[in-house]
């Protein structure tokens, strides 16, 4: 428990005022704004512009949130890469609904996303994994990803399949891939003085796009 009577969580503030989110002049698809938030974290040298948090929940109706990097995204989705079988692998395998959350707290800006997630084609993950450095190719084999392991593991692991893979090239291992979350909603969230903050929420209805503005 923090004691210092000169500290208090209550007392943190601030004011949002850099920008602001006309609904009026906003592009009717969300993918094309979402494409320029994206890009103006990345010019604006935040630290992990595609980090995005994913929720997601076990079959037994637990959430569990943790934070994975954006590595494509398009009109048919987001897509991310893990272990098929970790914690949020076995969560998806039994329950596909998902939601991602950016935050540019440097920008003052939100999005967050929700929908349903599914595996990409082998093909797709095959040609991400070939492009990632050697070790972390090596790492997707050596890693059970969410399981307990002893402290030695990983270290004898690598040692394994390194001389396993040594001078050849590392194939794409069966339990890792990517998964696309197909999105049913996309919320953007501007900070604004006062806390009457732009909310814009995209709902998907069928081949369009319903906007609406939400009370911050």
């Not at 076990?58 to 989705?77: C, M, Q, W, Y």
């Not at 540019?104 to 040609?127: C, D, F, M």
């Not at 692991?157 to 979350?181: A, C, H, M, Q």
């Given at each position: 428990?923090i004691?210092?009577?000169?500290?208090s969580?209550?007392?943190?503030?601030?004011?949002?005022?850099?920008?602001?989110l006309?609904?009026?002049?906003?592009?009717?698809?969300?993918?094309s704004?979402?494409?320029?938030?994206?890009?103006e974290?990345?010019?604006?040298k935040?630290?992990?512009?595609?980090?995005?948090?994913?929720?997601?929940?076990?079959n037994?109706?637990k959430?569990?949130g943790?934070?994975?990097?954006?590595?494509?995204?398009?009109e048919?989705?987001?897509i991310?890469?893990?272990?098929?079988?970790?914690?949020?692998?076995?969560?998806?395998?039994?329950?596909?609904?998902?939601?991602?959350?950016?935050?540019?707290?440097?920008?003052e800006?939100?999005?967050?996303?929700n929908?349903?997630?599914?595996?990409?084609?082998?093909?797709?993950?095959e040609?991400?994994?070939?492009?990632r450095?050697?070790?972390?190719?090596?790492?997707?084999?050596?890693?059970?990803?969410?399981?307990?392991?002893?402290n030695n593991?990983?270290?004898?692991?690598?040692?394994?399949f390194?001389?396993?893979f040594e001078n050849?090239?590392?194939?794409?291992?069966?339990?890792?891939?990517?998964?696309?979350?197909?999105?049913?909603?996309?919320?953007?969230?501007?900070?604004?003085?006062?806390?009457l903050?732009?909310?814009?929420?995209?709902?998907?209805?069928?081949?369009?796009?319903l906007?609406?503005?939400?009370?911050p």
């Amino acid at each position: 428990m923090i004691k210092d009577s000169d500290f208090s969580l209550k007392n943190i503030r601030k004011d949002y005022s850099l920008q602001q989110l006309d609904i009026q002049k906003i592009d009717k698809n969300p993918f094309s704004l979402f494409d320029k938030w994206i890009k103006e974290a990345i010019e604006a040298k935040l630290p992990e512009p595609t980090a995005m948090h994913l929720s997601t929940v076990s079959n037994d109706g637990k959430p569990t949130g943790r934070i994975v990097l954006l590595k494509e995204f398009n009109e048919k989705g987001f897509i991310f890469f893990t272990n098929y079988e970790s914690k949020k692998g076995t969560d998806l395998k039994n329950n596909p609904n998902a939601a991602l959350s950016f935050h540019w707290a440097e920008l003052e800006r939100q999005v967050r996303i929700n929908g349903k997630a599914e595996k990409v084609s082998r093909e797709v993950s095959e040609n991400y994994f070939h492009s990632r450095p050697r070790t972390s190719q090596i790492g997707a084999w050596v890693s059970p990803q969410s399981k307990i392991i002893e402290n030695n593991f990983l270290i004898i692991e690598t040692e394994r399949f390194n001389k396993l893979f040594e001078n050849k090239e590392i194939p794409l291992p069966d339990n890792w891939g990517g998964y696309i979350v197909s999105a049913d909603s996309i919320e953007f969230w501007q900070g604004r003085p006062s806390r009457l903050h732009d909310r814009i929420l995209y709902l998907k209805r069928e081949a369009d796009w319903l906007i609406e503005r939400l009370a911050p």
